[in-house]
């Protein structure tokens, strides 16, 4: 079954920097798009970063660009989030999401808190 487990998120300073990691199975991972979403307390679940199957397309929320990267190994079947420059309005749970016939899924969340 398709699974994905996030990992890497913790607890910086405003300004510091953060690797998350989507390690996923149960699926062809090279012929899927992956996307990391956020969700922030009270607020609704919002789109961080896209990329393509092959790594070579990749898409950005505006808040994010120039500061975080997307990226992915497709011989690791893991996809990542790198985020620099974090400020306290970072502060979420990161998803990585993953859509297979038509269907989405998704892990289980990693907690990234920035203080101020």
């Known amino acids: 079954q398709v699974q994905l487990v996030e990992s890497g998120g913790g607890l910086v300073q405003s300004g510091e920097s953060l690797r998350l990691s989507c390690a996923a199975s149960g699926f062809t991972f090279s012929s899927q798009a992956m996307t990391w979403y956020r969700q922030a307390p009270g607020k609704e679940r919002e789109l961080v970063a896209q990329?393509?199957?092959?790594?070579?397309?990749?898409y950005y929320a505006d808040s994010m660009k120039g500061r975080f990267t997307i990226s992915r190994d497709n011989a690791k079947n893991t996809v990542y989030l790198q985020m620099n420059s974090l400020k306290p309005e970072d502060t979420a749970v990161y998803y990585c999401?993953?859509?297979?016939?038509?269907?989405?899924?998704w892990g289980q969340g990693t907690q990234v808190t920035v203080s101020s």
């Open positions: 990329i393509s199957s092959a790594g070579i397309v990749t």
């Open positions: 999401k993953v859509r297979v016939l038509r269907r989405d899924y």
